[in-house]
């Protein structure tokens, strides 16, 4: 199995693997433009035939025959029925776009890569045994994660557009829409949207949603049209939770919104072109009414009333907020690697060098399990320092990121700075996890403020 894996060290095999998982995780999210879409098609296309065809070399023709045919059937709508099979047990994502099968031709690529590279020969010690297995495991693991599925944008405030249709459309096509007909107009509720998982989830982020969710639901569901800009619409509709009387501009909410329920009002406030505004008041049936202070859609006060007597005071953040305790978040971690980057050097220069001595079996043990500690300190410092909730496999991302960071750097400490005392290696491994807490702050700072 090693002999065969051994051939996934290639250097343009382990660029494609690496360029797949940094767009998936990183790129895709920052830019959101054609070229992140397609590149993970390209890559893909050329990494999953090349593992396969590494693993069962007997097979390689067929299984890049298989890979393009598994291509076109994936990218079609034809796989939709076994998307939905499979998202039962294991949440899967697709977008059909037949400008996708434009990395077809890097099947050939791949081809010509396996049948023209010579064997790969590498010595048979414990280092490229390691490398190989990971370089498989890392491959495994960006088969699964370029297909998970986005982050759905729910929605605190009712949300709807005002569209132009003629019929009503089937409303088991669309999980994220309810529809109300008005003779020639058709009403939207928007439920929720699907989006790439945000930085931040924020008020703020939940408007750039709102942007354009006229545009958005009409180019989701077909025989619709938009409303002329600037036509002020007003009226009722019923629905499960209650009456909503509703001011449109064009298509957008703009203006009081009320919802009213056995002939009491249970919601009140006020739109700007689909964005809330003003003070929104919630009551229930217990007399408990709740008031939302928001401005230009953030909130930023929370309060709640029980018999006209206030229970509690709550202050939100806004994203101005957030990004001003962010930069005194990164403040105080690089002021805390500066300590302890002074403390190190304080060992190193006043213990000699002979107090801590390590037979190499040992030295290798702790540079290859180091990477583990120095992700759990990044784990921690995340979760106390920011809302940090990744899913699987962004966790599973982000250790393999650590490793391939930390691990290099650790063998420098070890066999070439040398330790001094026992502890220094808790001091390295903190240090390595704050600089990767203030990589990935700095990545969500540079994010909330582009």
């Given at each position: 199995?090693?002999?065969?894996?051994?051939?996934?060290?290639?250097?343009?095999?382990?660029?494609?693997?690496?360029?797949?998982?940094?767009?998936?995780?990183?790129?895709?999210?920052?830019?959101?433009?054609?070229?992140?879409?397609?590149?993970?098609?390209?890559?893909?296309?050329?990494?999953?035939?090349?593992?396969?065809?590494?693993?069962?070399?007997?097979?390689?023709?067929?299984?890049?025959?298989?890979?393009?045919?598994?291509?076109?059937?994936?990218?079609?709508?034809?796989?939709?029925?076994?998307?939905?099979?499979?998202?039962?047990?294991?949440?899967?994502?697709?977008?059909?776009?037949?400008?996708?099968?434009?990395?077809?031709?890097?099947?050939?690529?791949?081809w010509?890569?396996?049948?023209?590279?010579?064997?790969?020969?590498?010595?048979?010690?414990?280092?490229?045994?390691?490398?190989?297995?990971?370089i498989?495991?890392?491959?495994?693991?960006?088969f699964?994660?370029?297909?998970q599925?986005?982050?759905?944008?729910?929605?605190?405030?009712?949300q709807?557009?005002?569209?132009?249709?003629?019929?009503?459309?089937?409303?088991?096509?669309?999980?994220?829409?309810?529809?109300?007909?008005?003779?020639?107009?058709?009403?939207?509720?928007?439920?929720?949207?699907?989006?790439?998982?945000?930085?931040?989830?924020?008020?703020?982020n939940?408007?750039?949603?709102?942007?354009?969710?006229?545009?958005?639901?009409?180019?989701?569901?077909?025989?619709?049209?938009?409303?002329?800009?600037?036509?002020?619409?007003?009226?009722?509709?019923e629905?499960?939770?209650?009456?909503?009387?509703?001011?449109?501009?064009?298509?957008?909410?703009?203006?009081?919104?009320?919802?009213?329920?056995?002939?009491?009002?249970?919601?009140?406030?006020?739109?700007?072109?689909?964005?809330?505004?003003?003070?929104?008041?919630?009551?229930?049936?217990?007399?408990?009414v709740?008031?939302?202070?928001?401005?230009?859609?953030?909130?930023?006060?929370v309060?709640?009333?029980?018999?006209?007597?206030?229970?509690?005071?709550?202050?939100?953040?806004?994203?101005?907020?957030?990004?001003?305790?962010?930069?005194?978040?990164?403040?105080?971690?690089?002021?805390?690697?500066?300590?302890?980057?002074?403390?190190?050097?304080?060992?190193?220069?006043?213990?000699?060098?002979?107090?801590?001595?390590?037979?190499?079996?040992?030295?290798?043990?702790?540079?290859?399990?180091?990477?583990?500690?120095?992700?759990?300190?990044?784990?921690?410092?995340?979760?106390?320092?920011?809302?940090?909730?990744?899913?699987?496999?962004?966790?599973?991302?982000?250790?393999?990121?650590?490793?391939?960071?930390?691990?290099?750097?650790?063998?420098?400490?070890?066999?070439?700075?040398?330790?001094?005392?026992?502890?220094?290696?808790?001091?390295?491994?903190?240090?390595?996890?704050?600089?990767?807490?203030?990589?990935?702050?700095?990545?969500?700072?540079?994010?909330?403020v582009?």
């Amino acid at each position: 199995m090693y002999d065969r894996l051994k051939n996934l060290l290639s250097p343009i095999f382990i660029f494609c693997l690496v360029l797949l998982l940094l767009n998936d995780f990183v790129l895709k999210a920052t830019f959101h433009n054609v070229l992140t879409g397609k590149l993970s098609d390209f890559c893909g296309l050329f990494i999953f035939p090349v593992f396969w065809s590494a693993l069962f070399p007997k097979f390689k023709s067929w299984i890049f025959i298989l890979s393009g045919i598994l291509f076109v059937f994936w990218k079609s709508e034809y796989a939709s029925g076994l998307i939905e099979l499979v998202n039962t047990f294991f949440p899967l994502q697709r977008t059909v776009d037949p400008t996708d099968l434009l990395a077809l031709p890097v099947l050939l690529v791949g081809w010509l890569h396996v049948k023209g590279r010579k064997q790969i020969v590498i010595s048979n010690s414990l280092l490229p045994r390691l490398a190989t297995a990971f370089i498989a495991i890392v491959t495994i693991f960006s088969f699964c994660a370029t297909s998970q599925r986005p982050y759905l944008q729910s929605f605190d405030h009712p949300q709807y557009v005002l569209l132009r249709s003629a019929v009503t459309p089937d409303v088991k096509l669309y999980d994220e829409f309810e529809f109300y007909r008005k003779d020639s107009l058709l009403v939207v509720k928007v439920n929720h949207t699907y989006i790439s998982r945000p930085v931040m989830d924020d008020d703020y982020n939940k408007n750039r949603s709102l942007e354009d969710l006229d545009i958005h639901a009409q180019g989701q569901i077909d025989s619709t049209s938009l409303m002329p800009p600037g036509k002020i619409t007003a009226l009722t509709i019923e629905t499960p939770q209650g009456s909503d009387a509703l001011r449109f501009k064009g298509g957008r909410l703009d203006g009081m919104f009320t919802r009213t329920k056995n002939g009491r009002m249970i919601i009140e406030g006020f739109y700007k072109m689909g964005i809330e505004d003003s003070i929104w008041t919630f009551k229930d049936s217990s007399n408990t009414v709740i008031k939302q202070a928001i401005v230009n859609g953030e909130r930023t006060k929370v309060e709640q009333f029980r018999d006209c007597k206030l229970v509690s005071s709550t202050g939100i953040n806004t994203r101005a907020d957030s990004i001003r305790n962010i930069y005194i978040k990164i403040g105080m971690l690089v002021l805390c690697m500066v300590g302890i980057i002074l403390l190190l050097r304080r060992n190193y220069r006043k213990t000699p060098p002979n107090q801590l001595v390590l037979k190499a079996g040992w030295k290798w043990l702790l540079c290859l399990i180091s990477p583990i500690f120095v992700w759990l300190s990044y784990l921690g410092l995340n979760i106390l320092l920011i809302e940090y909730r990744p899913d699987i496999f962004e966790t599973l991302a982000t250790i393999i990121f650590i490793f391939m960071a930390t691990c290099p750097l650790m063998f420098v400490a070890v066999f070439r700075i040398k330790l001094r005392k026992e502890v220094d290696i808790v001091w390295y491994c903190l240090l390595l996890g704050i600089a990767c807490s203030i990589w990935t702050i700095s990545g969500i700072l540079i994010e909330l403020v582009i």
